[in-house]
């Protein structure tokens, strides 16, 4: 998927309101009725939905008023077709509604915190609480159902980011794969099926591990993708590949602890092989105000990084060819990669 192709769902959740809105009409059927029929009427539809007429037209005003509906004639109602076009992706819009109802209640009951104590936001967020690697090392049902929330999150964000930046790097010229944090293989596999000689293995937590296998199971792309169990800070990383890959992974960890991992993935990647980190970079927030969809960004602000670290440790580390892009989808990331020297040019 080109930078052009991504779908821009981030223009209709901007308002909170809206935002609600929205949920409601996928839960009551409103959206996938509309999807089915070019036109309804709107007392039809408030019958259907048994909904109070003006409680009706209060939804449908939000909606019309988010240019997530139109209204084509009096009393009826559609989809607007920039709505219409971005449907598909539906998974997405949910993904991110449900996430963005997680992180602006946070903002909403410890800004403050946010502003001026981060360890006690990062405490009492229910954001941060999602996000629990101590569940990840023993596979067990309550681990497993724990860790589903936060990986279904992710992977579905990844099932559109990964495609502009595997789009920029040139697969044809690696056979082995190293995605180091790889979380449930989305990010593998779709490198995978770009390149039909690549063989990836997928370096993550236990837990995770487990839950990738799941979401690959059945996929073309599930007998070249290995999945790996282990702690990247502290176990032997595999060696042998010409291709080490950090996607969203790098924010998660202090600079010490990122240089380290940048570090150590150096060391193993194959002399000649390429090593490429991909990541959000800080939210811009001086262009507009930040809608209610930022909010999902906007509690990793403290964490997101300009490049300058990373090129730097890579640097440091001897490599070389250190190219750094930008790539601006609903929100701006880094596609920073640099070769190991020695081994084939």
């Known amino acids: 998927m ?6 821009r769902v981030d223009r209709f959740l901007e308002s909170e309101v809206v935002a609600h809105a929205l949920t409601f009409a996928f839960e009551k059927g409103l959206i996938d009725r509309l999807d089915r029929q070019a036109t309804a009427a709107t007392d039809a539809l408030a019958t259907t939905l048994r909904l109070d007429p003006a409680r009706f037209d209060c939804l449908a005003g939000l909606l019309v ?3 997530i509906l139109e209204e084509p004639g009096a009393g009826l109602l559609a989809l607007a077709a920039a709505f219409r076009a971005v449907l598909p992706h539906r998974d997405l819009i949910a993904a991110k509604l449900g996430f963005a109802a997680a992180a ?23 954001t941060f609480e999602l996000f629990r690697y101590d569940r990840c090392f023993d596979v067990t049902p309550d681990n497993l159902a724990a860790t589903r929330r936060w990986v279904s999150y992710t992977t579905c964000l990844t099932r559109y980011e990964a495609g502009p930046g595997l789009d920029r790097i040139d697969l044809g010229g690696h056979r082995r794969l190293l995605d180091l944090g790889g979380n449930s293989g989305e990010f593998a596999a779709q490198a995978c099926r770009r ?4 063989a990836a293995t997928v370096f993550d937590l236990p837990v995770v591990c487990a839950l990738g296998r799941e979401n690959l199971s059945g996929r073309p792309e599930a007998s070249r993708v290995t999945f790996q169990p282990g702690d ?9 590949h010409d291709l080490v890959t950090f996607k969203s992974v790098l924010h998660d960890w202090p600079p010490d ?3 380290a991992l940048l570090t150590r993935a150096a060391q193993a990647l194959a002399p000649g092989g390429r090593l490429v980190v991909y990541e959000r970079t800080p939210v811009p927030l001086r262009g507009r105000p930040a809608g209610y969809v930022q909010a999902a960004d906007l509690v990793f602000q403290p964490f997101f990084r300009e490049a300058g670290l990373y090129a730097e440790t890579l640097m440091a580390q001897g490599l070389t060819e250190i190219t750094v892009d930008r790539i601006d989808l609903e929100t ?9 020297p020695g081994g084939r040019s």
């Open 195 to 198: 390149a039909p000689e690549l």
């Open 232 to 240: 990247m800070r502290r176990d032997p990383l595999p060696e042998g």
């Open 65 to 67: 008023g988010g240019g």
């Open 104 to 126: 602006a209640e946070d903002l909403r009951r410890c800004f403050p915190a946010f502003i001026a104590d981060l360890p006690a936001f990062m405490a009492a967020s229910r």
């Open 257 to 259: 602890e990122a240089r």
């Open 2 to 7: 080109d930078v052009d192709d991504f779908p």
């Open 332 to 340: 701006p990331f880094h596609l920073i990669a640099a070769r190991k």
